[in-house]
């Protein structure tokens, strides 16, 4: 059935009939006219393209590995044991600079040490291993606050081998995901609002499914240990970026850090090689256990819905941008009703034509890796899940239960509508 933004035209390539909604790129399916419009991306550094090219081998090779009936089972192999040494080594030098700064300190006071001493330290404290920490401006839901909802984390958990979450966030963003928090290591899972908003309910336990199979499935490059060693790292090469528009002493700053970038690229690399295709795998495992708690057929809807989230943010900022322009008084009003903005974007997603996904699956298909380095691309995953036979869904949510689920949701879908709609939305 055709929208009412909908028309008829002849292909300029080829000539086909195609249909056009002017909320969306006009292309042809037969020829591919203008499939990807938009111009390539800017060129990244050094690394960058060195992550995206080891992405693109270790994604399509996996992708292989299974439809050849092979297994995605995660396991310990010997590169993610150096990942795990080479990141204990770089959270030894961080040791050994503030055990080195203490003892100049002691040891030469007075003279070198005055300045050596307080240098190392200085190192040590910017390289030190930091656990991660939630926004500010998150809201977390507690179990007391939420049962219904920690319930249903704690059966999709059940379903994919772990135990359930310690604390619900929830933000502005069209994503979601999990963390470990703090030294006692405390689970916390970060759901967008807008995106679960713009899911269906067996949609929203697959969502819940990939997420919690983060904790069960070996991601190394996830760990705590190699995931603050890289933070580590980056550090470092930070501090020994090139100096721009540098003077003749700068220059020669320059020239003392090509070694230490070089060898600090060379060590991020060689991570890179070791991780990448654990995280690649993790991420296939994920969407393979999201189909076990919600069926294949909400885990391929999910691939879907976060093909076309771009056009969720257009809608979003939109509404945004429409109370902007309403001075201080439209604003005002535009907040009072912030409900609205989630009916109004239901409402959008439910429009989007079957040929805006196939044309998102094909964009896929032709950019490959070059926006995610660590997750294989969408048309990849949603291959992966249509190989071998369909499960079934191990959770089902009925009316009731999504009922009180919303109702424990409510105060945050209206405290972030009001945000979007007052500050607008670039999540």
Not at 301 to 321: F, K, P, Y
Request: charged share 25%.
């Amino acid at each position: 059935m055709r929208t009412v933004e909908e028309k008829s035209q002849a292909c300029p390539e080829c000539g086909t009939e195609i249909l056009v909604d002017s909320r969306f790129v006009a292309w042809c399916a037969a020829c591919d006219w203008n499939v990807d419009p938009e111009p390539p991306e800017p060129q990244r550094d050094r690394l960058e393209r060195v992550r995206r090219a080891l992405a693109r081998r270790h994604g399509e090779k996996l992708l292989a590995e299974v439809t050849d009936g092979g297994s995605l089972r995660a396991r310990r192999d010997a590169s993610s044991l150096l990942a795990f040494g080479i990141a204990l080594t770089v959270h030894g030098v961080t040791v050994a600079l503030a055990l080195g700064g203490v003892w100049w300190l002691v040891r030469g006071w007075g003279g070198l040490g005055t300045v050596g001493g307080p240098l190392m330290l200085m190192f040590a404290w910017a390289l030190r291993p930091r656990a991660v920490r939630m926004p500010t401006e998150d809201a977390v839901l507690r179990r007391d606050d939420a049962p219904e909802l920690y319930a249903l984390v704690d059966e999709v958990a059940q379903v994919v081998g772990t135990r359930g979450v310690d604390r619900v966030a929830v933000d502005a963003e069209l994503n979601a995901s999990v963390m470990v928090q703090g030294v006692r290591g405390q689970r916390v899972l970060t759901l967008g609002i807008p995106l679960w908003e713009i899911l269906t309910p067996q949609q929203r336990v697959a969502l819940l499914g990939h997420e919690l199979a983060h904790y069960s499935n070996g991601d190394t490059r996830h760990s705590l240990v190699v995931s603050t060693a890289y933070h580590s790292l980056t550090t470092w090469r930070y501090f020994f970026l090139p100096i721009p528009n540098p003077s003749m002493v700068e220059m020669v700053t320059n020239l003392l850090y090509v070694v230490p970038q070089l060898f600090l690229h060379g060590v991020l690399t060689l991570l890179d090689h070791l991780t990448l295709r654990a995280t690649q795998r993790a991420e296939y495992l994920a969407d393979r256990e999201a189909a076990r708690a919600a069926s294949t057929e909400a885990a391929v809807a999910l691939m879907d819905r976060l093909l076309v989230t771009a056009s969720a943010r257009g809608a979003l900022r939109r509404e945004a941008n429409r109370a902007a322009l309403g001075g201080p008084r439209g604003a005002r009003r535009a907040e009072a009703g912030a409900e609205q903005i989630w009916e109004l974007l239901t409402a959008h997603m439910a429009s989007i034509p079957p040929y805006e996904y196939e044309r998102q699956r094909r964009v896929g298909a032709r950019r490959g890796h070059s926006v995610d380095s660590t997750h294989p691309p969408t048309h990849l995953r949603r291959s992966c899940l249509l190989v071998g036979p369909s499960a079934p869904a191990a959770v089902v949510t009925d009316e009731e239960r999504e009922r009180r689920i919303a109702a424990e949701l409510a105060g945050a879908r209206t405290a972030v509508a009001r945000r979007i709609v007052r500050d607008g939305f670039d999540g």
